[in-house]
């Protein structure tokens, strides 16, 4: 019953660890950011 427990208990850290290094990158080549002027790059 304790090999049980530790698998599951390893289980939600490991998806605990694994949703946490989820990371959105958001690249905009070509256009300014939001916040900069509202003229054109050249």
Do not use: Y
Request: charge should be positive; proline fraction near 7%.
């Amino acid at each position: 019953m304790t090999t049980v427990k530790g698998i599951l208990i390893g289980l939600i850290l490991l998806l605990a660890f694994a949703s946490k290094a989820m990371v959105l990158v958001n690249v905009n080549v070509g256009s300014p950011p939001s916040w900069g002027p509202d003229g054109l790059l050249r």
